[in-house]
């Protein structure tokens, strides 16, 4: 039986410290990229208090993570990060690595810090903080090289702070790691002992709705039992209604595996879950499945509600099992093309290209290389992304910004929404492929390339300053970059 992994980890409010009986000695502990960066948080706000400077918040995965990699290599390596950080910066690595995990201290360290400060989800992720506790800004993602970073990091810098919520956040700058970590290890003792079968989660009902429905109220939704047979059709997702009561004084997160027999394995693609936030007490939680390759049908046989703890944090085994429902729920495919959809009626264009902007990314080579140009591409989510939607209001769809990149570059958008039905047949063939091509992991990401269709500079997220600044920044960001001659062929490509 294959299982594929939807949520989030289960853990008490109180496991994240481990027993802390004396003074943290991190001779031993392992450091960031130089001797320069702090590993002990202590350590770290006192110099910070001493020298005025920034807290510079690292929160990586040094030995998986390929973004991390990036960041380190175009940014955090380089002589001019070095000089800049001397100047204005307490740097602190707080790392996860997995293939030569950190020691339990260290682990425990670093997952206080990140649980209890505001950062952003995924890694890397820079949290930017002032020694009084108030948060500057942050950044996240390694698609930029040190050059525009440090502008980035300037302007943080420059920003006013922001008071950050949250009891262990504000503990952390009042009393300390040490001092936090022993209130939370004498907390979680003071609780009365449970096993794992006083944690009770079940599925109650099952419920084919609309995407937009997996968030918000669920009034008015109707839910049948687990074991009623359900034809999903392409497009739908399934809520689960989840049942919970946790012994009181601990919270949890739930999750589900999906389960079906090896023999359709090849069937069934990724599935996804609503976040939820640690739950407490009695109630109800609500998940979904939402097949992420559309196209193939996918038979769920199993869904089993479960919750688990990290070994090395708690006293509670890895991966029991609370509860199974024998779910039946056969996922349709969409007749049509070999991805599975229809492009009968597909748009001749994608309908999220703005005006001045082309999706044929072949076409958009010949022409590069023709008229001597680079090409700008922007990977986008245009139905769900707030981020994306943003980029696109203010900065990539203004006649401004499109006359004036147009004369450098050919711009094509790359959309990937949820709504399917809004791209063209070519966009629906090629989008998947030049995201995986160019290692686009979040939205919006802008990868500019050569006609060859070879890499030259990228970064991610959302920038301000509207069409002049995003300009401005294009100017900084392929600033030495060689440009093709006019006059060109782009050599063969496969995607």
Same mark, same amino acid.
């Given at each position: 039986?294959?299982?594929?992994?939807?949520?989030?980890?289960t853990m008490s409010?109180?496991?994240? $410290?481990?027993? /802390?009986?004396a003074a943290i000695?991190? #001779?031993?502990? !392992?450091?960031?990229?130089?001797? $320069?960066?702090? /590993?002990?948080?202590?350590?770290?706000? #006192?110099?910070? !208090?001493k020298t005025n400077k920034a807290l510079f918040l690292l929160n990586t995965g040094s030995d998986w993570c390929g973004w991390c990699k990036r960041l380190k290599a175009d940014v955090l390596d380089t002589p001019e990060f070095a000089k800049f950080a001397s100047q204005k910066l307490v740097l602190v690595y707080l790392d996860s690595p997995t293939r030569n995990p950190l020691g339990k201290e260290q682990k425990s360290h670093n997952r206080l810090?990140?649980?209890?400060?505001?950062?952003?989800?995924?890694?890397?992720?820079?949290?930017?903080?002032n020694a009084k506790g108030e948060k500057l800004g942050a950044i996240g993602g390694g698609g930029m090289k040190v050059g525009p970073y440090l502008e980035k990091l300037r302007g943080i810098l420059g920003a006013d702070g922001e008071k950050v919520n949250g009891k262990d956040a504000e503990r952390l700058f009042k009393v300390g790691y040490e001092k936090l970590a022993a209130e939370i290890a004498a907390a979680r003792?003071?609780?009365p002992p449970v096993s794992t079968n006083d944690f009770k989660a079940v599925i109650t009902g099952l419920a084919v709705v609309e995407p937009s429905q997996r968030r918000g109220s669920k009034d008015g939704i109707d839910f049948v039992p687990p074991e009623t047979p359900l034809e999903v059709p392409f497009g739908k997702t399934v809520l689960f209604r989840v049942e919970y009561d946790f012994p009181e004084g601990y919270s949890a997160r739930i999750w589900m595996n999906t389960v079906w027999p090896r023999e359709e394995r090849r069937n069934a693609y990724g599935f996804g879950v609503n976040p939820s936030p640690l739950y407490k007490g009695k109630g109800t939680a609500y998940g979904f499945l939402l097949l992420h390759e559309?196209?193939?049908?996918?038979?769920?046989?199993?869904?089993?509600?479960?919750?688990?703890?990290?070994?090395?944090?708690?006293?509670?085994?890895?991966?029991?099992?609370?509860?199974t429902a024998a779910v039946k729920l056969v996922f349709k495919s969409k007749t049509g093309d070999e991805d599975g959809e229809s492009a009968d009626d597909a748009p001749a264009v994608s309908k999220s290209v703005p005006k001045g902007w082309t999706e044929d990314f072949e076409a958009a080579r010949q022409q590069a290389a023709k008229e001597g140009k680079l090409i700008l591409l922007?990977?986008?989510?245009?139905?769900?992304?707030?981020?994306?939607?943003?980029?696109d209001e203010e900065v990539f769809s203004r006649d401004r910004f499109v006359r004036e990149v147009a004369k450098k570059f050919v711009l094509v958008m790359v959309d990937s929404p949820r709504d399917r039905s809004i791209l063209s047949a070519l966009a629906r063939k090629q989008n998947q492929k030049l995201t995986e091509k160019y290692g686009v992991r979040g939205f919006p990401t802008v990868v500019i390339v050569n006609p060859d269709g070879e890499m030259v500079k990228s970064h991610s997220g959302y920038r301000n300053g509207g069409p002049q600044g995003y300009i401005k920044y294009l100017r900084e960001l392929t600033r030495g970059v060689k440009w093709p001659r006019k006059g060109g062929t782009a050599k063969p490509m496969d995607l």
């Open positions: 039986m294959k299982r594929v992994w939807i949520g989030i980890v409010a109180f496991a994240v $410290a481990a027993s /802390v009986a000695d991190d #001779a031993g502990w !392992r450091g960031g990229p130089s001797e $320069a960066w702090f /590993v002990n948080w202590d350590k770290a706000l #006192a110099e910070a !208090r810090i990140v649980k209890s400060l505001p950062f952003g989800g995924g890694v890397p992720h820079v949290l930017v903080m003792a003071a609780l559309k196209g193939t049908a996918c038979v769920l046989r199993t869904a089993a509600v479960t919750t688990n703890s990290d070994p090395e944090l708690d006293d509670f085994p890895h991966g029991w099992q609370a509860a922007d990977f986008s989510g245009s139905d769900w992304c707030g981020w994306c939607k943003k980029m």
